[in-house]
């Protein structure tokens, strides 16, 4: 493969996916691990992005809104198959490949929580829906940063899919229908009850407002440009790491729907702040204080949701942020996923307090991602970057803050 020639074809596409960041060495530096895990050259690039979410936090899981956007950080892979059933991937800071045989497709307990699980459960959904599948080459390299709640698992999961498809099937599979298996690999097979956001917004790009209220996801494209409305989006990551904490994220989904199931739904899509409100007595005793809680924060968030993007639509600024800030609040007092309870340390809450102080009346700053660790998001005014910036990499870490921008498209094939 010709990278020079790959990037002069596709340079507007490449420059739009990366908000026109340079990427030429780091692609070269890709193929160049290709040719030597395999001695051979790559068919294609596969990209998909990593995600943020913007309002709408732990809605998807009980059928609520989201919204989301894809980012400028990516899980790429140079890939091409391979002729035998076993897909062979070296991934960046991993010196031992991830070999996984599609000969045997079931569900392996002691491959849960790792990347061969997600290999073996993207091949079986694939194959299941009648896809065809075979074993591929890929050398993997990824900015999305794990534990960074910008979804570095949904974009690889992402990425798999396209592998896949761009290989075997002609680029045939679309975006929602990757998104969903990608969702059944981590759910089935990787063991994580996630809902279906992280791979809807990678999978789909840009930024978007997604209701799960349907059996297949509603998606709206929105068109809004912060930088020129004089605002950078910005993350921090304040410490901890998701890895251990899937026992946590379970509770919120788990508890969500106990709350629905007392008041005779299956999820908590449909029930009303006002219905929630007049069920407490019956609810009280029969599920837990924090489920209730949890449970407002979910019919909350979820017109916020509406509210959020109607403002957008509108360019009514200072009402988006009052929707994002009060997203940040309700996940901190309802939904309680700010800090993990055996730990001293309380990362997120001091970012998002320090965020406050410099942020309020001027931007907007809240949780983001799964939470418990990982990072806040931030509107930043952009004479105010730099100053933000400094002032929470000194707290956290040089190099904590990020600037974000969301990428116009989700995965793709780069040939």
Not at 17 to 43: I, K, M, N, T, V
Request: hydrophobic content about 45%; overall charge negative.
């Amino acid at each position: 493969m010709d990278v020079k020639a790959v990037f002069e074809r596709n340079a507007r596409r490449l420059s739009a996916l990366y908000a026109g960041q340079d990427q030429y060495a780091r692609y070269c530096a890709l193929a160049d691990a290709f040719r030597a895990h395999f001695s051979r050259e790559p068919e294609a690039f596969v990209s998909a992005p990593g995600r943020t979410e913007v309002v709408g936090n732990h809605t998807d899981h009980n059928r609520g809104r989201v919204l989301a956007a894809a980012v400028n950080l990516d899980t790429v892979a140079a890939v091409a198959p391979n002729e035998t059933s076993v897909v062979r991937l070296y991934s960046e800071g991993y010196d031992a490949p991830f070999l996984v045989d599609l000969s045997d497709l079931s569900v392996r307990e002691d491959e849960k929580e790792t990347t061969f699980s997600l290999i073996r459960g993207v091949a079986a959904r694939l194959e299941e829906l009648g896809y065809v599948i075979g074993g591929f080459d890929a050398q993997v390299t990824s900015t999305v940063f794990k534990g960074s709640g910008l979804s570095s698992s949904a974009a690889f999961e992402v990425m798999l899919v396209a592998a896949f498809d761009a290989l075997f099937n002609g680029w045939s599979i679309d975006a929602k229908l990757n998104a969903r298996i990608s969702q059944f690999a981590e759910n089935i097979y990787f063991g994580k009850p996630s809902g279906l956001l992280d791979q809807t917004a990678s999978a789909v790009g840009g930024l978007v407002a997604l209701d799960f209220a349907p059996e297949i996801a509603s998606v709206e494209a929105l068109s809004y440009d912060f930088g020129k409305r004089g605002y950078a989006v910005c993350v921090v990551s304040a410490g901890g790491e998701h890895g251990n904490l899937t026992s946590a994220y379970a509770s919120i989904p788990v508890e969500m729907k106990q709350v629905a199931q007392q008041m005779g739904c299956e999820v908590l899509n449909g029930v009303t702040p006002e219905a929630l409100e007049a069920a407490v007595p019956a609810l009280k005793n029969k599920v837990s204080d924090r489920a209730i809680l949890r449970a407002f924060h979910f019919v909350d968030e979820t017109r916020r949701v509406a509210e959020a993007t109607e403002a957008l639509k509108r360019d009514d600024l200072p009402a988006f942020f009052r929707c994002v800030v009060g997203s940040g609040e309700s996940s901190w007092k309802l939904l309680q996923n700010l800090h993990v309870e055996s730990s001293d340390n309380q990362e997120m809450p001091l970012a998002l307090e320090l965020s406050r102080r410099m942020l309020e009346g001027r931007g907007a700053w809240r949780i983001h991602g799964g939470g418990f660790a990982g990072t806040i998001l931030a509107f930043v005014p952009s004479e105010m970057v730099e100053t933000y910036s400094n002032t929470m990499n000194a707290v956290f870490g040089a190099g904590a803050t990020t600037v974000l921008s969301i990428r116009p498209e989700g995965v793709v094939c780069i040939r």
